[in-house]
Structures are given as structure tokens and as C-alpha cells.
């Protein structure tokens, strides 16, 4: 069996579909899965297997045999705490094949085959009866299939069929109910990941202010969780303009509705402010007394208890379709409405049938193409003007009267920034219909619709007619594709360049002139649970699981960096950052591969959990952008990073599955950029 990937091609800028073994996908999946992430979770483990002990002894003291039905069983490990609690039987339900048939062997190893059986089926299709899957109803029902908002995995449609074909009625569930909060607040800086703000540029004649099309400004976004590790966000980046208030809450034990559905509370704002976004997590009762519950709540929430890490459940920061004026006191209603698996928000001041009205019940679809163009952190990129003025100063230091000004870059404001600062002549590259559809609005708000030309065309395909027969004097890009993935994928502008070459002129400028790939090794504080092995959770051996994830992590051999947000990951510097490779944009890329290979002494103590990598462009002398660190703060390492970017992190398995290792002193590498793939290969040791 083949099957088809999607993948981006670094050297084309384009998608690719390749065909794969079938087991690529899944080995993909499992290498990047979120199970270890759960396996780890000590507090979601220890108060599933409350809940679960808690429902077997309230059956068994009503005389009645417990059977259990466990919905996405994974590893088989809330099953197994079911019959280590005296459950009498239970069916252990798994749609994903690799994972039901890992969850057989790690059944058998704990020594509940007898009392556990696994279904690799997706739970509607299980039968009931004397021939069936189950050969009666379950009387107790088991399940973890919540993500950050909830309900985007499915969990509502699964509990909705579980309730009228696989379970009795009154049957006990765990969790017993799961609640929403919410809490209203202003934040410029998360507002920013939304909407496209002014953006102001000091030019010859002037400040020139660069407006958002209308279009944009009024465009409800698009409905795709935006779900973030909250209890990285400072308090001082965001103001609380309501309490923390109950949204919904389902309860699991009785039969559930998964039909599309609205919710409405009332708000008293406990400060006047701009009403721009809704914070939201849950939490879940694992048993009706309500006294055993797994929160999400962000760190100001209860500020006394521990907080457990995690990566599969965060938070959510909902958008308003607009930012409206709440002044304190004056009551408003807020609004959650939802399909089967998302979530959106609304906000009315108007009384409960006036809100009825506004608003449909259609999940948001972005109209002005900006939402389907820029991603949350592109649209914060874009409005971050101290990395403008950069771009604006470096842009004055090769741009004249005469400039003939090319830019390569996806959906990118550096040709109204060229056009402000005085070229000539711009022209833009634009890959893709929908970055030409929000490049037209912009330029049409801005009334520059006939001063820089929009080119949909590869740059390969470009002729010389393009360009009006002239000459290419400035060619710029941030670099920024949509397309990309980790960090040396923008490293396309390289090949567009080099594609371009021959509408250059010979003098040319190119900015950024070069870049450079920059390496760290550091200690991470939590995000090395994503790939360690867990070995024994609560007691029961899982090892099976920890096996599997490292042979798929190993299915290619060589193993791969993959791409995180760092500012959500907090880790500690162990070596000083170091350049590693440089790229030299103003000659084409070369026919031979980049490599390098050396060492970085370890300056701190700590454990190597892996090695983190970025690009730094140099747009011009003494002015380089980092899309990774930004800073080493204190003594200790603490680093902060470039909170618009993705790093590339690259995992130490060595360091990850070794208890005690003695610390070692430093870190080889060889790292080389094959240029006929666009990919970096890499390979450490530890000393
Ligand atoms: N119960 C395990 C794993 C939870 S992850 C634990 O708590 O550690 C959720 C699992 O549910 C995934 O493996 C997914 O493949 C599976 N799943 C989700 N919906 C399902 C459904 N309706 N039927 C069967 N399996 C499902």
C-alpha cells in the first residue's frame, strides 16, 4: 500500500505530494504523537484512576458487575486501571491500528488479557450482543478524547453514539462532566496574532501610515483553534476585563447532544477597556462529588496550587469578530456558540433577544483571505514595528530614486515599504492566488494599486517583459513563505534568487545579503517529556509504547529536527550560540552541498536535551534579524526568544532515555545543507 504526504519543497517553495510507504504516515504520527506527552501527565493519570476506582466501587456496592467500556484506549492504560480497580471485564476500543495492536501487547504484559479486550474499531462501529464486539452494554464508560477546546477531537459525536447504542442508562462515566471557563480580556499583543494593525513608516516626504483593507478589519477570522501554553504569557501583556466565569459544562454520564448548539452568559466587566478576546480552558469532574478534577486554568487562576506541564491539553484564545468598548459595571452577554467540533465567540450588549438575532449560527469563514494567507504568529510578525523599523532601515541603505525593486516573499509589506521609501519601480513576486487576492486589497486601501505591480508567477517563469524590459537594481525579501515548516525553509529566497538571475541587474543589491543557521544546546525546562519514555505509568509497564515511538522516531535513520514555538517552551542556554552555516544571497545557490562540522564547549551545567537551531539574516552591515534567540538574560541561561517564529529543535535521544548520565563537557556536530533538496541534515555527540 502506498499513500500520498504533503510536503513542502524548500528549493521550489511549492507543495509537493510524494508518494510514501503506508507505514510512513503512521510512524509519523506516532513519532510526533502526543502519547508520551500523556504518559507523563501525572496529574491527569492519578485523577483518571481516582475517578476510575471511585465509579468500579460505587457498581460493585450496588451488587452489580462492573464492565467498562474505554473509548481510545491508547496504550490500554485507562483500561488497565479499570481492572486493577476489580473491574470485572472491559472492551478497550482503539480506531488507530499500530496503536490498538501496541495496546494488545501491553495488555498481555500487565497481565490483563483475560479481563481487557481491545477493539481496533472506531467506536460507532462497534456491535453489541451475543455475536457482537460487546457482548452486553457497559455500565461504565471510560474516555479521553479531549483536546485543548475540547471538543475538537471528536468527543462529542462519540459520546452522543456511546450513550444510545453502547452504554446501559445511568451507567457512571469518567470523567463525570467537563466544564468551560472564560475570562474577557484586552490584549494588544494577542489581538495582534488577528488583525493587521496601521503601520507607520518615517519616509522622505513624511509619515506614511500603511492601512488594513476594510475588509480585513471586519473579517471574523477563521475558526481554527488558537491554542497556546497561556502560562507563558505574561500578566502584563494582557488586561482581565471580567472575572473567570462558567461557560458550559456536559455532563458524560447522561446522553449527549452533539448538535450545533449556543451558550450565552452574562458579564458585569470589572474594568472599562477594549473587549478584543476570550481566554478559555477546561476542567474535568472525574467523579459527580466533583471532587476530583483535572484543571487547565492558567497560572493567575489559582495562584497557591502546583501547576502540571503539558502539551496536549493548553489553552484557548478565542478572537472577537471586532473589538468593542465594555465600560465597568455595564452588564454585556457573551455568546459561545458550537458545532460538532469548534468553538467560536461573540459579544452583545443588546438584551437576550436583540442577541438572539445577531450573529448566525454558520462558524466564522474568513472573507478577506488575510486569515488564510498569514497564520496567528505571521499577522503578530507583520505588526511588530520595531522588526519594521528594522526592515526600513536597512531598506534606506540600498534603496535610491533610480531603484528598480523586486520582492520575493509571501504576502509581504516590504513593496509598500520600498514604494514609501522611494524606488522607482516595485515590483512583487506572489506564489500563490491567495497571497495576489490580499496583496491587491492591501495596495487598493493604500491607493497603490497603480505604483507596485503584483506578479503571479514563479520566478522561474518570469520573463524579462515582467519587469517592462528593465533591469532588477534591489531585490528584497524578509524572507517569509507560507510554505515553511522549520527555520532554513525561507532559505527558498535563495532559490528564487537564483532563478531570477538573469533580470538582474549587475550591480544589484540583494537584502538581506546573507544568513546565517545558528546553533545552542540547551536544557529544557518541560518540553523534553514530549520524547522521553515513560517506562512505568502508575504502575503499569508501557514500555511497548516507549519502543514504538523510537523506531519510528529512527524509520528514516536519520532523525529530524522538528519545529517548536520556544517562546511557549522555556529552556536554559548550556554553550554559547553559535554560527554554524552561512548562506550568501548574493550569488546563486551552488552546485555542492554546505557542510561544517565541529564542537561547542557546554558552559553551564545541565542536561543536553538537544540542540537548537535558527536562521539570522543580515539585511544589511550591522543590521541582522533573528528568528530565534533574542536574548541570554541572566546567569542561569534563561534565554527569550523570537516570540513570532518557530525554532528548530533537535532531540538528544541519548541524553532522554539515560537516567544518569555524567555531564558532558562538549557537543560535536556536522550539520550540511544539501542544496539540490533545500534540507539540512545533522548529527551530534555528546563528550
Ligand atoms: N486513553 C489513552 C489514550 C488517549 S488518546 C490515555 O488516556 O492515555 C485518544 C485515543 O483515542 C487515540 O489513540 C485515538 O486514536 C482514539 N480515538 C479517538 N476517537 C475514537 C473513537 N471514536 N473510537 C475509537 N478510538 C478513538
Known sequence: MKTFCGRANPTTGAMEWLEEAEDYDYHQEIARSRYADMLHDKDRNVKYYQGIRAAVSRVKERGDKAIVLDIGTGTGLLAMMAASAGADFCYAVEVFRPMANAAVKIVEKNGFSDKIKVINKHSTEVTVGPDGDMECRANILVTELFDTELIGEGALPTYEHAHKYLVQEGCEAVPHRAT??????????????????????????????????????????????????LNQVPSSDFTALSDVVTMFSVDFSKPVQSASTSYRVQLEPVRSGKAQIVLSWWDIGMDPSGMINCTMAPYWVNPTSALQWRDHWMQCVYFLPREERVLRGERVQLTARRDEYCLWYSLQRARAEEAEAAGGVESPVCRCHAHLLWNRPRFGQLNDQARTRQYIRALRTVLNTDS???????????????????????????????????????????????????IEARPELLKPSHFEDKKISVLVGEPFFSTSLLPWHNLYFWYARTAVSRHLSSS?????????????IVEFQDLWRIRSPCGICEGFDVQTMDDMIKDSLNFRESKEAEPHPLWEYPCKSLSAPQEVLAFDFREPVPQQCLSTEGSVDLLRKGKSHGAVLWMEYHLAADISISTGLMQISDEKGTCAWNPHCKQAV?????????????????VTYTISFDTKTGEIAMDFKLL
Open 508 to 520: 544589484v543589491s540583494v537584502l538581506p545579503q546573507s544568513a546565517a543557521l545558528h546553533m545552542m
Open 404 to 454: 528598480v525593486c523586486l520582492c520575493i516573499s509571501d504576502g509581504s509589506l516590504l513593496p509598500v515599504l520600498a514604494h514609501y521609501l522611494g524606488a522607482k519601480q516595485v515590483f512583487t513576486v506572489e506564489n500563490s492566488g491567495v497571497s495576489c487576492s490580499v496583496m491587491e486589497k492591501l495596495l487598493k486601501a493604500n491607493h497603490l494599486e497603480d505604483k507596485i505591480k503584483i
Open 180 to 229: 468551560v471557563y472564560v475570562q474577557l480580556v484586552e490584549s494588544k499583543r494577542m489581538w495582534a496574532w488577528n488583525k493587521l494593525f496601521p503601520i507607520h513608516v518615517e519616509a522622505e516626504d513624511g509619515e506614511k501610515i500603511i492601512v488594513p483593507p476594510s475588509e480585513m478589519e471586519n473579517c471574523p477570522g477563521v475558526p481554527s483553534v488558537c491554542d497556546i501554553q
Open 650 to 666: 533537535y532531540f538528544f535521544s541519548s541524553v532522554l532515555e539515560s537516567e544518569a548520565l555524567s555531564d558532558p563537557a562538549a
